[in-house]
């Protein structure tokens, strides 16, 4: 079957332009249209991305439909300036840097879907324990560097909005249905309609897998997902005088995963990558997730739109797992134990059931239940105008937003007996962390855009009003009566300004600027927010049929902020330290070229992209008990891989599409430091091949297959939260799409 079947990979965005397949000379390239955007969208399309006056990548429907990912990490890799660690092989909780931001679960950037903040509780605890689903995404818009004050709060590296799927224009029936390795499947389906005052979109998405990774007693180490979204709109006619248009959306999902924080000592590591151990069985994610958004746009004219969107996110997660072992009554957490197993050896006996519990000894699971609120109302103004050889346009936005996490947890003591996790000490739920943490925030911005012929210049100017609370009612009160509560709070007032430019020139055009860069700071009173200034400087050309983008960026940190995250090592606390001054420089480049450019019925672009992410600490701090260990002057930032690049060619045609991709992840350190990295804080790096394709019947029904880790390659992703932890392994997956 595979012999006729083509194969095809996803590829990076920016090849060529919005068109199917524009010629290279095509001047939309680098001539700036003049739009007003939904207010669900960052620019909307490749056209706009090419011509913004910062570094902008759009990721269209085609791109990510047709190589059939679902794992956001393996999709995201291709766009240069992003650094990403794996964790789970899957990409259920994906740890995301832009330009050199902390990458620990995301919580340094801005994410959000449909134009709304999606993380869990994106100024009390942004950390993205849930993380939208990339294989029911339309499009997936990445903006870095200068001129992003239209989103925030974190604005330091940049913003990532995830496009669900819109409403059809008109009646449409899609099912995309997938098997293969681990006993991997996926079930994508979506009808919609729209008619002259209605419009509707129902999708269901569920994709589970028994897992790669070994346990010892046998059992699965996969996962089962759902996801559903329903989108209903009324609209006025379109002949209307004043247009308007009301959209609802409800979106749920769900996760059942036989995931750990426990990974591998290294010598387990060399011998069985993919083995998990005895003291794992138990762990396991439970999540619920909750969305409702309600969007209202008025259309005075094609000049001027105001949006306004009101949302509320609700997710609830419970991550039971082994947070510490016991042995002759002396506790320990699994950070520490598998930073020096050595020193540890008995633990990790315990762990791995090498040997049984003795009288003192115990496996302790922390229930790690977490209830996480988030509600707001957003309104965008956006009205613009033309004069002679001149274009304007000024935008608004207002946003009063609310946000909370609730930590109710526990801890289960189990005796490890043949291998086999006894429970021996039900805990208390509300006995290990019994805390309310939230956070009001008003926030609002002003972007005035002006183009004067080739010129185009972006001001704006952001301002952020945070209040940050914590009410921790101690471990001793699970009735929340108040007896021993400690209250504290921290406030925020900044205003974050940004300018870029963009110039077009004949087939190039050289754009930049420089922004504040900005994260809030934690409850914690009298901590100083995260703050930087941003600078870059780019061009984007198109010559002899090679296009792309070249770019420099330098980001200074007055005041960076490390937090105490459980994903790292750390105690889960979530506290955050200061770092003090940090310098991160580095260059994005993408190349575009198509061998086939004169074929009418062939294609074949080849795709390069590379990112150099040089990262140092300007002043010394810590001890060897903080997060990044003892941090001297001259350190590199963990868990950033200073070397990236990716490659992709391509062959196109009306009945199929076949790909291959090569990607390489520089190694990095997980520890602060300088020169050779120690053994036990480095992670290799990797060079991964990948295969895809899709072959088209009709235009109603197409085959798709696709290969990861084509040669198989075993390579470590983290050694974070307890221990290395492996990529994904060979895996082949096939396919059968309809549409109607």
Not at 444 to 456: I, P, R, V
Not at 462 to 488: K, Q
Not at 586 to 614: C, R
Request: hydrophobic share 35%.
């Amino acid at each position: 079957m595979f012999k006729r079947t083509s194969i095809f990979l996803f590829f990076c965005a920016a090849i060529l332009t919005a068109q199917q397949k524009p010629k290279a000379n095509d001047s939309s390239l680098i001539k700036l249209n003049e739009v007003v955007l939904s207010a669900k969208v960052i620019f909307g399309s490749k056209f706009v991305a090419k011509n913004r006056t910062g570094s902008a990548y759009y990721l269209s429907s085609e791109e990510i439909k047709k190589f059939n990912y679902t794992d956001v990490n393996r999709t995201l890799r291709n766009v240069p300036g992003v650094n990403i660690y794996e964790e789970d092989g899957f990409g259920l909780r994906p740890n995301i840097s832009l330009r050199g931001t902390s990458p620990e679960r995301s919580a340094k950037i801005t994410v959000m879907e449909d134009g709304v903040l999606i993380a869990p509780a994106p100024y009390s605890a942004p950390s993205a324990y849930y993380f939208p689903t990339i294989a029911r995404m339309q499009a997936v818009e990445i903006l870095k560097g200068s001129s992003q004050v239209q989103y925030g709060p974190y604005t330091t590296g940049g913003a990532i909005n995830m496009i669900s799927t819109e409403v059809p224009d008109k009646f449409g029936i899609f099912v995309n249905s997938s098997y293969g390795s681990f006993q991997s499947g996926r079930v994508h389906a979506q009808l919609g309609d729209s008619r002259k005052n209605f419009g509707y979109s129902v999708e269901y998405l569920n994709y589970s897998s028994n897992g790669f990774k070994d346990l010892d007693n046998g059992a699965d180490t996969g996962f089962d997902k759902n996801d559903l979204v329903a989108k209903f709109k009324v609209n006025t006619n379109p002949e209307a005088k004043l247009g308007q248009e009301f959209e609802v959306k409800f979106q749920y999902s769900d996760e059942n995963s036989d995931e750990t924080y426990l990974g591998l000592t290294q010598e387990d590591f060399d011998a069985t990558p993919f083995r998990r151990y005895a003291g794992s069985q138990e762990d396991e994610m439970t999540t619920e997730h909750f969305q409702f958004m309600g969007t209202h746009t008025l259309k005075f004219s094609d000049y001027f739109r105001i949006t306004t969107t009101g949302y509320y996110n609700d997710f609830s997660r419970n991550w039971y797992k082994v947070d510490f072992v016991t042995v002759g009554g002396e506790r320990e957490g699994i950070g520490s134990i598998f930073n020096d197993p050595d020193a540890f050896a008995s633990y990790i006996d315990l762990v791995t059931g090498d040997v049984n519990s003795g009288t003192d000894d115990t496996l302790n699971a922390r229930a790690n239940n977490r209830n996480y609120y988030a509600a707001g109302v957003q309104t965008k103004f956006d009205y613009h105008w033309t004069g002679e050889n001149t274009f304007h346009d000024i935008e608004v936005g207002l946003r009063y937003h609310f946000d909370e996490e609730d930590r109710f947890q526990w801890i289960d003591d189990y005796a490890m007996v043949d291998g086999v996790m006894q429970l021996v000490n039900a805990g208390i739920p509300g006995t290990n962390a019994n805390r309310v943490s939230d956070a009001r925030a008003f926030s609002s911005y002003a972007m005035y855009k002006f183009k004067y012929k080739n010129l185009t210049l972006t001001p704006g100017l952001r301002y952020e009003n945070i209040t940050l609370r914590r009410r921790n009612y101690g471990n001793n009160d699970v009735d929340r009566t108040g007896i021993d509560l400690a209250e504290r709070e921290n406030k925020v007032d900044v205003f974050i300004p940004g300018i870029g430019f963009n110039y077009n020139f004949q087939n190039l055009s050289v754009f930049g600027g420089v922004h504040k860069g900005f994260s809030p700071p934690s409850n914690q009173p009298g901590e100083d927010a995260e703050e930087s200034v941003n600078y870059e400087l780019g061009s984007r050309f198109s010559f002899g049929g090679i296009t792309g983008e070249i770019v420099g960026f330098y980001n200074d940190y007055s005041n960076l902020l490390g937090s105490d995250l459980a994903a790292t090592g750390g105690t889960g606390s979530l506290d955050q330290f200061n770092a003090g001054e940090v310098r991160v420089q580095g260059i994005e480049v993408l190349l575009n070229y198509n061998f086939l450019s004169s074929s009418e019925n062939l294609q074949m672009p080849l795709t390069f992209g590379y990112t150099l992410t040089d990262t140092e600490f300007l002043n010394s701090f810590g001890s060897e008990d903080d997060l990044w260990g003892e941090v001297t002057a001259g350190d590199e930032l963990p868990y950033i891989a200073k070397h990236q690049f990716n490659a992709t060619l391509s062959l196109e045609h009306d009945k199929f599409d076949i790909n291959l991709s090569g990607k390489y992840n520089g190694e990095f350190r997980t520890e602060a430091g300088r020169g050779t990295i120690p053994a036990n804080e480095l992670v290799p790096s990797n060079f991964i091949l990948d295969l895809g394709g899709r072959y088209r019947f009709t235009d109603h029904i197409a085959l798709t297959a696709n290969m990861i880790n084509v040669l198989d390659e075993s390579y470590a992703v983290a050694r974070v939260p307890a221990g290395l932890r492996p990529g994904h392994p060979f895996g082949i997956y096939a396919g059968l799409e309809l549409r109607y």
